[in-house]
């Protein structure tokens, strides 16, 4: 019985890990899914999770990406963005998260700030760019950039919600 709190405990910390590196565009709640995956594949007692609580935490995984995608695109196709910008801003947004994750020297919060503070920047120079690529007038570039910067916040948002939910559904699931 030791070993289950223990194997809780530690599938409880690294949950929590993981919900943090949504915010690096990392696939944390993925990494959630696998690590209950194996949680619950190991261990062999009769409470718990089990095999139908990682169907409901992949399904919320799976929600979690196609808010993120969608949002992130939606506002910038709104203003009439180019494929081309799109694929530029979430691109840049994610090389934006991750060096900006490194960029303010303060451990975890830095880390974070910088993180979300880049991925916005990447998205608004991602669709700028790819807007001016095409020839766009500059009203229009800031018109996008900005659309992509605000779509990308909010998918980071939604993606970020559903992994504190996956985290408080898991950790529920292990007391049941």
């Known amino acids: ?4 709190w223990i194997a809780a ?3 409880i910390f690294l949950n929590g890990l993981c919900v943090t590196a949504n915010l690096l565009a990392l696939p944390g709640n993925w990494a959630m899914v696998i690590g209950l995956s194996i949680f619950v594949a190991v261990m062999p007692f009769e409470h718990g999770p089990g ?3 990682v169907g409901v935490i992949a399904i919320m995984a799976v ?7 969608v949002t992130g695109s939606a506002r910038a196709a709104k203003k009439g963005a180019s494929r081309r910008a799109m694929l530029l801003s979430f691109s840049l947004s994610i090389a934006g998260s991750v060096g900006g994750a490194f960029l303010i020297p303060i451990p975890v919060i830095g880390s974070a700030i910088g993180a979300v503070g880049g991925a916005a920047g990447g ?4 669709a700028w760019l790819g807007e001016a690529w095409i020839g766009s007038d500059n009203r229009k570039r800031n018109e996008v950039g900005a659309a992509a910067m605000t779509g990308r916040m909010m998918g980071m948002l939604a993606k970020l919600s559903i992994g504190v939910a ?5 950790t529920i699931c292990l007391w049941v």
């Open 1 to 4: 019985m030791i070993w289950y």
């Open 9 to 11: 405990g530690t599938l």
């Open 51 to 53: 095999w139908g609580a």
């Open 63 to 69: 929600a979690g990406e196609i808010l993120e995608t």
């Open 123 to 126: 998205a608004f120079v991602g």
């Open 166 to 170: 996956i985290f408080v559904y898991t």
